[in-house]
């Protein structure tokens, strides 16, 4: 399969919601995120740990990471949502979620950045000089080792959907009983739930990046029909393909 398909290294908006608003992200946040929160605050929760991010705090989360969201906000919620895919030095020193320390002059330059979903290089550029400046603030996490084997069979399952778990546990040097260890372990699910969450991901961003009709992204997929697809999609989501678009810029 052509993963050049599903490539959106960069989501840069700025979201509104209402007072309340639940996000089930436990299969793994899609990309890095730098966030400001505008207006409203908001809980996230993961096995690496819990924040509460307010009004005025710039928070991070990490690639991966599983983690459930919970926003509040009198009269609304409003923040600035930067996801990216590229974070070279978090490939090195894997970096934890957090609230950020961010000064007055670094959440101006964040505000300033302009929106949208294919910046322009020199947007990129001011994105990267500007996190190159919140990095020595920033705290590293260590993953245990059930963590980094969860990432990298989530992350042959991105490149390889349709692999086995016989040849997903032989691509990680594993023994198949404990690839279904690691998987209960970290988020207590199998590699056929972590697939179909890959698959409703890439989903996602070709209902909220291309025009292609359901019929062809199940299709795409290799879903065995558009009513099955369209089953699992609401499972993995909450929301139809409808429902989607016309929510593209959910976090």
């Known amino acids: 399969m052509d993963n050049t398909l599903f490539s959106n290294p960069y989501r840069f908006y700025e979201i509104l919601r209402n007072t309340y608003h639940y996000s089930d992200n436990r299969g793994g946040s899609p990309e890095h995120y730098v966030a400001y929160m505008l207006c409203g605050s908001c809980r996230i929760t993961s096995p690496r740990g819990t924040i509460h991010a307010n009004t005025g705090d710039v928070f991070y989360i990490p690639k991966g990471l599983p983690y459930q969201s919970y926003w509040y906000g009198k009269p609304e919620i409003r923040f600035l949502s ?8 978090a490939a090195q020193s894997p970096y934890a979620l957090q609230i950020v320390d961010c000064s007055p002059e670094l959440k101006a330059r964040l505000q ?3 929106l949208g979903l294919n910046p ?20 590293t996490d260590a993953p245990n080792r059930n ?9 042959q399952l991105i490149a390889d959907p349709a692999i086995t778990a016989t040849r997903l546990a032989r691509a990680l040097g594993i023994s198949e009983s404990s690839l279904y260890t690691v998987f209960k372990a970290c988020g207590n699910k199998t590699p056929n739930t ?4 890959v698959l409703c991901e890439k989903a996602v961003i070709l209902l ?8 062809e992204i199940s299709d795409l997929l290799h879903f065995s029909s558009t009513s099955y697809f369209r089953k699992i999609l609401k499972l993995h989501t909450g929301m139809s393909p409808r429902e989607i678009r016309r929510n593209a810029t959910a976090m």
Not at 121 to 138: C, I, N, Q, V
Not at 194 to 197: A, G, Q, S, T, Y
Not at 208 to 215: G, I, N
Request: proline residues 6%; glycine residues 4%.
């Open 82 to 89: 930067f996801g990216f895919q590229q974070f070279p030095e």
């Open 112 to 114: 300033a950045l302009p």
């Open 120 to 139: 322009n290089s020199a947007t990129l550029g001011a994105f990267y000089t500007l996190l190159a400046a919140l990095l020595p603030s920033m705290q």
């Open 147 to 155: 963590e980094q084997l969860y990432r990298a069979a989530r992350q």
């Open 194 to 197: 972590v697939r179909r969450e």
């Open 208 to 215: 909220t990046t291309t025009d292609k009709s359901v019929q």
